[in-house]
């Protein structure tokens, strides 16, 4: 895992330290090496910090250029399947010099241009630079694990792994996006392509963009997207064997690493079936790590992660948290950058600062329930839809109305009464809302923002709902796009870079997540009583599965 950053300008860079101070911002991202680069104009420059993975020695060095000097690139994240990919680019008449994941981008670039990404499994951003054809090639994996700021002002194009980097730029204006702003206040993140400050924009999962340095154009296109439902299913069976198979596969990729790498174990399911598969990969004992929080048995998980570490004879390590201060939120609110409202990031830093005293990759558990159902608004939407078919829209105008008027924001329940007047989209786009439109309003008046009824960030969700999808497949496909994205790996990518800690998720291998969508019918996944199912049965037949290979050895 790294930080990256670059600046693509029409005039040669006048600052030499401005890239190195950008750069610098981001040490914790990579404290094992530094690089900076420039093209002989000056016109372009990248620059990177390194924390090393894979191919320990100088020659992994970035920003990294291909044999004939034509491309540079400096990469953040892992390619899971790169050494497949040089297995494929060898054939195709390749040559490696070194045993990199980020020589695999540059060849396979070299062999399929911007098409590459499509080849590409794995968390990643990357900029590439190409002065054959003059331009800048940016880059962000299908689920948006690593994340990419940009800004384009004055002639000037600048990218980086945080917001922080861009901001070393004296001439960066600071300016508030009130827009972002409503955003952040409807829904505890600012989403999508927004940004707190004005001019800055985040590349989008699953996309690209293209800078062309000559014309000054810039291209944005999506390479990949959430398939649609297989109208043919599989037997529950079959659905359950592959789901094992590939979750096996993407723990194995997961676990490919030149540095000691550990799996974050809850004892849920998610940490669980993870755990499973790396110890039927591995050929020594899984390393397990768990928090507890002694005193507060409600949220301590340690009980359950001991079962699973002994049933599976994992080295496992139980780990106290220790009690913190206010004196944190200060550093926790310099690295987040931009403002998140979601309570768990104290624990996930905490969780990741002492993980990373014992190995430097760690495998966790995100994307589980968006994917399988795990959620219980996934049973309460459902069970919404059909009491919402009963009680006639007069009365549930009221209900909302009376709601809306009488209990404060926040108040448990209050956003579901919300939701219940609304048609299924404008109820999906309410869930988890910390202030509604008319609280948002009024803390917003003193601004003078006054967004029209279009303009609305609730309609950011609407918009991604379609009709002939299930409430099921709608609310997950939503939550998918927006909270994982923009709330959860956001949180776990900032607070475990801070630590210096690479965590990686099995659960978002893009073959999981088209197999999930495409595959697996909403009775297997939640339904009113019941969530999570498939996932259950792989576990079940995981264990058995287990307890064999162990009675056989």
Same mark, same amino acid.
């Given at each position: 895992?790294?930080?990256?950053?670059?600046?693509?300008?029409?005039?040669?860079?006048?600052?030499?330290?401005?890239?190195?101070?950008?750069?610098?911002?981001?040490?914790?991202?990579?404290?094992?090496?530094?690089?900076?680069?420039?093209?002989?104009?000056?016109?372009? +420059?990248?620059?990177?910090?390194?924390?090393?993975?894979?191919?320990?020695?100088?020659?992994?060095?970035?920003?990294?250029?291909? &044999?004939?000097?034509?491309?540079?690139?400096?990469?953040?994240?892992?390619?899971?399947?790169?050494?497949?990919?040089? @297995?494929?680019?060898?054939?195709?008449?390749? @040559?490696?010099?070194?045993?990199?994941?980020?020589?695999?981008?540059?060849?396979?670039?070299?062999?399929?241009?911007?098409?590459?990404?499509?080849h590409l499994n794995g968390m990643f951003a990357f900029g590439l630079?190409?002065?054959?054809?003059?331009?800048?090639?940016?880059?962000?994996?299908?689920?948006?694990?690593?994340?990419?700021?940009?800004?384009?002002?004055?002639?000037?194009?600048?990218?980086?792994?945080?917001?922080?980097?861009?901001? &070393?730029?004296?001439?960066?204006?600071?300016?508030?996006?009130?827009?972002?702003?409503?955003?952040?206040?409807?829904?505890?993140?600012?989403?999508?392509?927004?940004?707190?400050? %004005?001019?800055?924009?985040?590349? #989008?999962?699953?996309? +690209?963009?293209?800078?062309?340095?000559?014309?000054?154009?810039?291209?944005?296109?999506?390479?990949?997207?959430?398939?649609?439902?297989?109208?043919?299913?599989?037997?529950?069976?079959?659905?359950?064997?592959?789901?094992?198979?590939?979750?096996?596969?993407?723990?194995?990729?997961?676990?490919?690493?030149?540095?000691?790498? +550990?799996?974050?174990?809850?004892?849920?399911?998610?940490?669980?079936?993870?755990?499973?598969? &790396?110890?039927?990969?591995?050929?020594?004992?899984?390393k397990t790590f768990t928090i507890t929080f002694p005193g507060h048995a409600?949220?301590?998980?340690?009980?359950?992660?001991?079962? /699973?570490?002994?049933?599976?004879?994992?080295?496992?390590?139980?780990? /106290?948290?220790?009690?913190?201060?206010?004196? !944190?939120?200060?550093?926790?609110?310099?690295?987040?950058?931009?403002?998140?409202?979601?309570?768990?990031?104290?624990?996930?830093?905490?969780?990741?600062?002492?993980?990373?005293?014992?190995?430097?990759?760690?495998?966790?558990?995100?994307?589980?329930?968006?994917?399988?159902?795990?959620?219980?608004?996934?049973?309460?939407?459902?069970?919404?839809?059909?009491?919402?078919?009963?009680?006639?829209?007069?009365?549930?105008?009221?209900?909302?109305?009376?709601?809306?008027?009488?209990?404060?924001?926040?108040? %448990?329940?209050?956003?579901?009464?919300?939701?219940?007047?609304?048609?299924?989209?404008?109820?999906?786009?309410?869930?988890?809302?910390?202030?509604?439109?008319?609280?948002?309003?009024?803390?917003?008046?003193?601004?003078?923002?006054? #967004?029209?009824?279009?303009?609305?960030?609730?309609?950011?969700?609407?918009?991604?709902?379609?009709?002939?999808?299930?409430?099921?497949?709608?609310?997950?496909?939503?939550?998918?796009?927006?909270?994982?994205?923009?709330?959860?790996?956001?949180?776990?990518?900032?607070?475990?870079?801070?630590?210096?800690?690479?965590?990686?998720?099995?659960?978002?291998?893009? @073959?999981?997540?088209?197999?999930?969508? +495409?595959?697996?019918?909403?009775?297997?996944?939640?339904?009113?009583?019941? @969530?999570?199912?498939?996932?259950?049965?792989?576990?079940?037949?995981? !264990?058995?599965?287990?307890?064999?290979?162990?009675? %056989?050895?």
């Open positions: 895992m790294c930080g990256i950053v670059g600046i693509a300008s029409r005039f040669a860079i006048s600052k030499p330290d401005l890239l190195k101070a950008m750069r610098d911002t981001m040490g914790h991202r990579g404290p094992d090496d530094q690089g900076v680069w420039y093209t002989p104009d000056r016109r372009v +420059g990248l620059a990177h910090r390194r924390l090393a993975i894979i191919d320990l020695s100088p020659a992994g060095h970035q920003p990294m250029l291909d &044999a004939s000097g034509r491309l540079c690139i400096t990469f953040n994240g892992e390619i899971y399947n790169y050494q497949e990919l040089r @297995r494929e680019l060898e054939g195709l008449g390749h @040559r490696f010099r070194t045993a990199s994941d980020t020589e695999v981008i540059l060849e396979a670039y070299r062999a399929w241009g911007t098409d590459c990404l499509v630079y190409d002065s054959q054809e003059q331009r800048l090639f940016l880059a962000r994996d299908r689920a948006g694990e690593k994340p990419l700021y940009y800004r384009l002002a004055e002639g000037t194009f600048t990218f980086a792994s945080e917001l922080k980097a861009l901001m &070393a730029d004296a001439s960066f204006g600071r300016q508030l996006d009130l827009e972002a702003l409503d955003y952040y206040l409807a829904f505890g993140y600012v989403p999508g392509e927004k940004c707190i400050l %004005k001019e800055v924009r985040k590349l #989008p999962p699953a996309h +690209g963009l293209i800078y062309d340095l000559a014309g000054e154009k810039l291209t944005l296109g999506r390479y990949w997207q959430l398939g649609e439902p297989d109208s043919s299913p599989a037997t529950e069976s079959d659905l359950v064997e592959e789901l094992a198979s590939l979750l096996q596969d993407s723990v194995r990729l997961r676990l490919i690493a030149d540095v000691p790498v +550990g799996v974050l174990l809850s004892g849920g399911i998610d940490s669980s079936l993870v755990t499973a598969m &790396a110890a039927r990969v591995c050929d020594r004992p899984v409600a949220y301590d998980e340690g009980p359950y992660a001991q079962l /699973v570490a002994r049933h599976f004879g994992t080295e496992h390590t139980e780990m /106290v948290a220790e009690p913190t201060t206010v004196g !944190l939120l200060p550093e926790l609110a310099r690295q987040f950058d931009e403002p998140l409202g979601d309570s768990s990031l104290v624990p996930t830093y905490l969780v990741s600062r002492l993980v990373r005293q014992h190995v430097t990759v760690a495998l966790g558990g995100d994307g589980g329930d968006e994917l399988f159902g795990g959620y219980q608004r996934y049973s309460a939407i459902q069970l919404q839809e059909t009491v919402r078919r009963v009680i006639p829209l007069r009365i549930r105008d009221w209900i909302g109305a009376a709601a809306a008027r009488f209990l404060p924001p926040g108040l %448990k329940g209050r956003n579901y009464l919300l939701e219940f007047t609304a048609d299924l989209p404008q109820s999906i786009a309410r869930i988890n809302t910390y202030f509604d439109p008319i609280s948002r309003y009024r803390l917003l008046a003193p601004l003078d923002l006054h #967004p029209s009824p279009d303009q609305l960030p609730e309609l950011y969700k609407v918009s991604l709902c379609h009709s002939s999808h299930s409430p099921l497949q709608q609310v997950s496909r939503v939550d998918f796009l927006t909270n994982l994205v923009d709330d959860f790996l956001v949180k776990v990518d900032r607070a475990s870079m801070l630590t210096s800690l690479e965590v990686r998720s099995p659960w978002l291998d893009p @073959r999981l997540i088209e197999f999930s969508w +495409g595959k697996v019918p909403d009775r297997l996944r939640a339904t009113v009583r019941n @969530r999570k199912i498939l996932p259950r049965k792989s576990k079940k037949c995981s !264990l058995r599965l287990i307890l064999t290979c162990s009675t %056989k050895a």
